[in-house]
């Protein structure tokens, strides 16, 4: 098949694209290779195997002479959750409008489409006491009482980049769901080699990488009880290239799918897997802040995934992040001012707490 994958040279792009390939598979990129993701746009470009065409998702142009390929992938999108506070509009732009020039495409194709949402739909994860609903923003605690998120759960986002992730998953059900294939997948934290490690609106992971090299304490936001579900690339990549091989039913709607490792894991220990997996040992600091689209909880429930019989998540939350942190460790791009600044930009903007 002639795959187009919309932001392919992007760090799960580039993963999907080298997996494809090895199917047998030809892929084109179409991204703008953004200079805030990579530091190196050549690099990039002569990394992707196979046409990259530089242009904007968002753009109308951009799909006019575009050739009609077999299936989308549509990955491209503006990723920061912080930064989506203060850059709205863009957010709102790339997001959504991009998604829906590429799901345009793929029906004018007549081709199914796979389109990336994020675990920001549901906004913070749901918390149950005494079998009652807890308001987002009470701590429920960690034994029991939080519930993880399943697709069918309200859309609850509490940043921009969330709420765009959700409008997106309209757009698509609106243009395409009753004409081609659509799968929409949520992944919660995705972590793996080729991540970003200069964007400071990336994860928390690449933030612990450039302290550690910097050698310098890693800084956790609160108690560090806070839950996140982190998910290796190659899980996601695998789910993803089954969607292409088992394509929804039309009849049925977009085939809504998490994806995650399915088990909570609390910042502190994240910390403790990359000061283990580090050639250094530095200790762990709180700090008292909250930047605004935070939540404190997140887990992905994986049942449907297995009803289904798609690739369930083979990596353990510990090997990811050793993974990242070796594969990491000798490339340049890190740096702990960056996401000082970056941090710095929030508080000047009113962003934290
Ligand atoms: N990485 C994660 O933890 C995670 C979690 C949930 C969802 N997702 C979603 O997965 C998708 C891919 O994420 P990623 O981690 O690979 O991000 P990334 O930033 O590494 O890659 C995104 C790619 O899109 C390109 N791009 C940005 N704006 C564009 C535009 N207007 N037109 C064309 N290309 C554009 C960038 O140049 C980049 O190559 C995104 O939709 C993201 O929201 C990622």
Redesign the pocket.
């Known amino acids: 098949m002639r795959i187009l994958i ?10 999907l694209a080298a997996k494809l390939v090895s199917q047998g598979h030809s892929v084109t ?10 530091q190196n ?1 050549k690099q ?1 470009q002569q990394r992707f195997p196979g046409e990259v065409v ?6 109308s142009a ?1 799909w006019v002479g575009l050739c009609p390929h077999d299936a989308v992938i ?6 920061g959750t912080a930064q989506s506070m203060y850059e709205q509009d863009h957010y709102w ?3 959504v409008d ?1 998604t829906q020039f590429a799901a345009e495409a793929a029906v004018r194709w007549s081709v199914p489409i796979i ?6 739909v549901y906004g913070e994860g749901r918390r149950l006491a005494d079998g009652e609903e807890l308001p987002a923003g009470i701590d429920g605690g960690v034994d029991g009482t939080l519930v993880p998120s399943a697709e069918d759960d309200e859309h609850r986002p509490v940043s921009v ?1 969330g709420e765009t ?1 959700s409008q997106a998953e309209n757009v698509l059900a609106a243009t395409a769901a009753d004409k081609i294939p659509v799968t929409i ?7 793996g080699r ?3 490690l200069h ?1 400071p609106y ?2 928390v992971l690449a933030a612990f990488l450039a302290r550690l090299k910097d050698k310098l304490p890693l800084i956790v936001y609160g108690d560090g009880t806070q839950t996140r579900d982190f ?1 290796h ?1 190659e899980d ?1 990549v695998s789910l993803i290239a089954w969607s292409l091989e088992y394509p929804a039913s039309v009849q049925e709607g977009p085939r809504i799918l998490n ?1 995650g490792s399915g088990r909570r894991t609390t910042l502190k220990e994240l910390a403790l897997f990359a000061i283990q997996a580090s050639p250094v040992d530095v200790p762990l600091e709180h700090a008292e802040i909250r930047r605004a689209g935070d939540i404190d909880h997140a887990c992905a429930d994986l049942r449907r995934l297995k009803s289904i019989g798609a690739p369930m998540p083979r990596w353990s939350t510990k090997e990811a992040v050793a993974d990242f942190i070796r594969s990491s460790w000798d490339k340049g791009g890190a740096s702990s001012e960056a996401w000082d600044a970056a941090l710095q930009e929030l508080k000047a903007r009113g962003l934290t707490e």
Request: proline share 2%.
């Open positions: 919309t932001g392919g040279a992007g760090f799960i792009g580039q993963h990129a179409l991204d703008t290779l953004d200079d805030q993701v990579h746009a990039a530089r242009a904007d998702v968002a753009n951009t549509h990955l491209a999108a503006e990723t732009r790339v997001n991009g389109s990336l949402s994020s675990r920001a980049y992730k997948i949520r992944p919660q934290n995705v972590i080729g991540q970003a964007n990336t994860g998910v690339v996601l994806c």
